[in-house]
């Protein structure tokens, strides 16, 4: 008994302490971010509270990172929407149909997870002028057409464990009253597994809202994310601490808040997800 509580004081003291370094940065980039550049570069740890201010935060928003973020806003809603919309679609089917070469398919999906985008980063680029989809608002989707091939995989490998754990019986008796399959994906399957899609849904959104790469590589100045807008912040011959700190705190809000809303549905589903019967 001592043991174990010894085990568990360990293991938590642990977890504490891990907490509280990873805390560290984050309190530095909000402390920088509300005091102004010359109290910064004197030590932020050094601030009171007659230093605190939100200028950083206006003038990062004035600066461009508004229309970032809105254009961060499009693409990360878009994303996730279609990709769910795929994902349960190709769930349900190979979770509840029978069809040929259903598992060569539901293979060469999965390892669509295992293949890096800078491979065909570069065959991208022509592929998305030769569609129309590399000017002016196409552009937004195409890069969310990008995420959801991306992400496709992954909404597969997730969606399938909770649409396969539906009682079968339930889907017997909605086909009794005639239900076809998308009234059985749309009234008792999509209902059952929220919580399953509720959780791919934070990921993924929290993985588009944080892409670099294709926001930098596809897009132009004027439809690139808030990831690119906090680059561009930061001024070649000009350190700009404060509004780049600004400028993470505004960008790291939005998945915070979606987390702190949807949490209740995202635990339900990792739980769903991991405990079967």
């Known amino acids: 008994m001592i043991g174990r509580r010894m085990t ?3 293991l938590y003291g642990s977890l504490t302490v891990l907490s509280v370094l990873w805390l560290v ?5 909000f402390v920088i971010s509300v005091i102004p550049i010359e109290q910064t570069r004197l030590g932020w ?9 939100i200028d ?11 229309q970032y973020a809105l254009n961060s806003f499009v693409i990360s809603v878009g994303s996730v929407a ?11 089917a190979f979770a509840r149909m029978d069809f ?17 985008v800078q491979m065909i ?10 569609l129309g989809l590399s000017g002016g608002h196409q552009q937004f989707l195409g890069i969310v057409l990008v995420h959801t091939a991306f992400g496709a995989g992954w909404a597969i490998f997730m969606m399938y464990s909770f649409f396969a754990e539906v009682p079968e019986e339930l889907l017997e008796a909605a086909r009794l009253d005639g239900a076809r399959h998308l009234d059985l994906l749309r009234h008792v399957v999509l209902p059952l597994t929220l919580p ?9 959104f929290v993985f588009v809202w944080n892409d670099l790469l294709l926001g930098l590589s596809l897009l132009d100045r004027n439809h690139q994310p808030i990831t690119v807008g906090l680059a561009n912040l930061q001024a070649p011959h000009l350190a700009q601490e404060d509004l780049v700190a600004a400028g993470s705190i505004m960008a790291v809000l939005p998945p915070l808040v979606l987390f702190a809303v949807l949490n209740r549905y995202y635990v339900r589903g990792l739980f769903a997800g991991g405990v079967k019967g």
């Open 25 to 29: 940065p984050v309190a530095a980039a």
């Open 56 to 66: 950083n935060y206006r003038r990062a928003w004035e600066q461009g990172l508004s």
């Open 45 to 53: 740890w050094k601030s009171g509270f007659a230093d605190l201010t």
């Open 100 to 116: 040929r070469f259903k598992r060569t398919t539901f293979f060469l999906l999965i390892t669509t997870m295992i293949v890096p």
């Open 82 to 92: 279609m990709t769910l919309v795929v994902g349960a679609l190709a769930s349900y």
């Open 196 to 204: 399953g899609l509720v959780s791919f849904a934070i990921i993924d």
């Open 121 to 130: 980063l570069i065959p991208l680029l022509p592929w998305l002028r030769t």
């Open 8 to 10: 568990a004081v360990a």
